[in-house]
């Protein structure tokens, strides 16, 4: 019953900023969320996970620094804020959602897995000009 929706991709300059938001539908504060995002030719990579009540977030090294996760559970919405876009950031981002013990999961692996979301937004595309 769960779904979710992203947007506010869109096409910027280097060094540029995109707010990137998720909306949920079913939603319980349970749930680990997720922003992962894919280039063309590319294995689907995790970007930043939160944990349920925002007391753990977990990012891949090539956004620390750069990006913020957060999110609001009584809205049901889940953002992304991307400060300092390179071009490498090119790829179209997606939302996921996973369940409450994922968060531990990730921490205790050190890296973030598609298998460990059971549901994906369509994508919104972010693309970074030099």
């Known amino acids: 019953v769960v779904r979710v929706t992203e947007s506010g991709g869109d096409s910027v300059q280097a060094g540029g900023s995109l707010t990137l938001s998720c909306q949920c539908t079913g939603y319980y504060p349970a749930l680990t969320m997720a922003w992962f995002r894919q280039a063309p030719g590319k294995e689907r990579e995790g970007v930043a996970a939160?944990?349920?009540?925002?007391?753990?977030?977990f990012y891949t090294d090539a956004v620390k620094g750069r990006f913020t996760i957060s999110r609001d559970n009584r809205k049901s919405t889940l953002t992304l804020q991307m400060d300092n876009l390179k071009p490498a950031d090119t790829a179209r981002y997606y939302c996921?959602?996973?369940?409450?013990?994922?968060?531990?999961?990730?921490?205790?692996?050190?890296?973030?897995?598609?298998?460990?979301?059971?549901?994906w937004g369509q994508g919104t595309q972010v693309t970074v000009s030099s």
């Open positions: 996921a959602a996973g369940g409450t013990y994922t968060m531990t999961e990730i921490r205790a692996r050190g890296e973030m897995k598609v298998d460990d979301f059971f549901e």
């Open positions: 939160i944990s349920p009540w925002s007391d753990f977030v």
